[in-house]
């Protein structure tokens, strides 16, 4: 299962690249939860996780992973994004955790990071 959990988290990537908070949503149960940063409120269901990855919308993003680990339907990794937003470009290097059921929906991710790892630059 640790191809198809690998495969999944490449997904994740490339719908967070792609900026559409639909596509992104799409890859998550509908029950799933979602906590980013670790610490911030709980968001719960497709709905709510939809409306969380909206900011993405439009944004001109790309990612990069780093280092992956995948278990029983568990991943761990590390990857880049950076979001350019008009002047300027915002680059942070989150360390995600996600569970994944049967079908390689995404049942719950936490992201590791804090305002402090963002680095802002002018693009």
Do not use: C, N
């Amino acid at each position: 299962m640790s191809a198809e959990v690998k495969a999944a988290v490449a997904r994740y990537l490339d719908a967070v690249a792609g900026g559409s908070p639909a596509a992104i949503a799409a890859l998550y149960a509908p029950d799933a939860t979602l906590e980013d940063p670790v610490g911030a409120d709980l968001v719960r269901g497709r709905a709510a996780i939809e409306e969380f990855y909206g900011a993405l919308a439009g944004a001109k993003v790309s990612t990069e992973l780093l280092a992956v680990r995948a278990v029983a339907g568990h991943a761990a990794f590390s990857f880049r994004v950076t979001t350019d937003a008009g002047d300027q470009q915002y680059v942070v290097e989150p360390i995600d955790v996600m569970t994944f059921d049967a079908d390689g929906q995404i049942t719950s991710m936490r992201a590791f990071w804090a305002p402090g790892d963002m680095v802002v630059t002018p693009a």
